[in-house]
């Protein structure tokens, strides 16, 4: 089509020259595979992982073996100074199982399972975090903990007791639960000591934890938890919600693997350092700690960058089955805060539709927005391919009609301009062991998919 005397859309696939000014084919970056399934090796650049990065493909595509794994293995390579720590989100301990050893030789290794304590070498309890309540950062830590915690229990995370995005069930536990740590806070509790405290404690006396508490900031908000209580079915409605939300922490496994030394986030920045996470998709009473230890992970390092001081070493978060977890607080915003501050996210989904049930139409489409880089691999849903069709957009074409004209039995050959897809998205679904590559500030590329197999 021509608008304007110009061409409207002339999509195309990138050249290798194109790849190489921008140093796609640098080894210091995450390995993608051959160009074009031939060509020199692809390399996904340190400064375009800080843009985040989307793996999206089914089951069986090879998001955790060809992308995840090669990324991980990969930074064992890079210069000592320049070693990033990573936060891995492990929900098999699959990950863990395929470069654990390998990255214990460059990086200090960090597993927490909530499920498996002989898995364990520290310990995690979100509430560990937040200072002593006579110290600047108290206020707002509490309340980050408490949102924290509701998001990860709220329905739509998978595992959570309450519908998402009914303002009264998103508000009202929210200002009790907020009103409750900052009063706890002048004696520290711990998650599974709050969770005795609303199992053991009435109503009543929970209520006059807040009212009597020695920490101004709870008691500014008693007045609002005291309005609540003037309607007694609410306020009981909006206790039991509570004391439901942290109902797992009953399990005495789960609670064991709270107690002792949390994970270190300043000390993961000190010195290279793996965490892997490990929360099995399948244990669903499980999957709010996960988002709990994320949304906590994503506060704590934002405080070691609010100086405005970028983190002394970078970063990567590794999110493997995206869709499958909990509904993680805030994503989407630490998503395009953290970047500033030399942090990038790698993350693998099987669907966008996946995200949508956890973070809604609107947050799964912000979530891919701060993604420079989606990685399609082969045998997406016609949603996600058809989308990845579009992205890729459209390229003019020459169509030659050949006439013959009957008065002058003359041959005419007719030029015609037509757009075509740069690919269907019956061909990219139709793809096998092949990647499309959309990246940032180039034009896409495709690669063969390599399979790591140990
Ligand atoms: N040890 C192995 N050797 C060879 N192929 C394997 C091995 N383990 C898994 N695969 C294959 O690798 C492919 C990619 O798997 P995987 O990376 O786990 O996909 P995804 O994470 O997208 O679900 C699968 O089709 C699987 O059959
Ligand atoms: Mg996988």
């Known amino acids: 089509m021509f608008s304007g005397g110009q061409q409207a859309d002339t999509a195309r696939w990138s050249m290798p020259g194109e790849l190489a000014a921008l140093r796609w084919f640098d080894p210091s970056g995450w390995p993608l595979g051959p160009l074009g399934g031939t060509g020199p090796m692809v390399y996904l650049p340190p400064l375009i992982q800080r843009e985040n990065v989307m793996a999206l493909a089914p089951p069986g595509a090879g998001k955790t073996r060809a992308v995840l794994v090669p990324a991980l293995l990969s930074e064992r390579l890079q210069p000592p100074a320049d070693r990033r720590s990573l936060v891995i989100v492990d929900p098999e301990g699959e990950l863990y199982k395929l470069t654990g050893r390998e990255l214990s030789r460059t990086h200090k290794i960090v597993v927490w399972n909530p499920a498996k304590p002989q898995m364990c070498n520290a310990a995690f309890d979100p509430f560990a975090y937040i200072p002593a309540w006579n110290k600047p950062g108290y206020v707002g830590a509490c309340e980050h903990a408490a949102m924290v915690w509701l998001a990860a229990t709220t329905e739509g995370a998978e595992g959570g007791t309450r519908r998402a995005g009914d303002p009264y069930w998103e508000k009202q536990p929210a200002n009790v639960l907020k009103a409750l740590l900052l009063a706890w806070g002048i004696r520290p509790l711990s998650a599974t000591g709050a969770a005795r405290e609303l199992g053991d404690k009435s109503t009543k006396a929970l209520l006059a934890d807040i009212t009597e508490s020695g920490v101004d900031a709870a008691r500014m908000r008693a007045k609002v938890v005291e309005d609540l209580m003037l309607n007694e079915r609410a306020a009981g409605n909006v206790f039991s ?183 269907t998205a019956d061909a990219i679904r139709a793809m096998n062991l092949r990647m499309v590559v959309l990246p940032t500030r180039l034009r896409p590329f495709e690669t063969a998919v390599r399979i790591y197999t140990g």
């Open 241 to 423: 919600d509570l004391r439901e939300r942290f109902m797992l922490l009953g399990n005495p496994t789960v609670a064991g693997t709270m107690q002792g030394k949390s994970v270190d986030f300043a000390a993961i920045v000190a010195q290279p350092t793996a965490v892997f996470v490990q929360v099995s998709t399948a244990a669903l009473y499980l999957q709010p700690l996960l988002s709990v230890f994320i949304g906590t992970a994503v506060g704590e390092l934002l405080k070691l960058t609010s100086s405005g001081r970028p983190l002394a070493r970078e970063v990567r978060f590794i999110v493997d089955e995206l869709g499958n977890l909990g509904r993680i607080y805030d994503l989407a915003g630490a998503l395009a805060t953290l970047r500033k501050n030399g942090i990038g996210f790698l993350m693998a989904t099987q669907t966008r539709s996946r995200l949508a049930d956890r973070y809604g139409l609107q947050g799964a489409k912000s979530i891919m927005g701060t993604c420079g880089t989606v990685l399609a691999l082969g045998g997406l849903s016609v949603d996600d391919a058809t989308w990845v069709s579009r992205q890729l957009g459209t390229h003019v074409r020459t169509v030659y009609k050949t006439t013959v004209s009957m008065p002058s039995f003359g041959l005419h050959v007719d030029q015609q301009k037509d757009t075509a897809p740069l690919r």
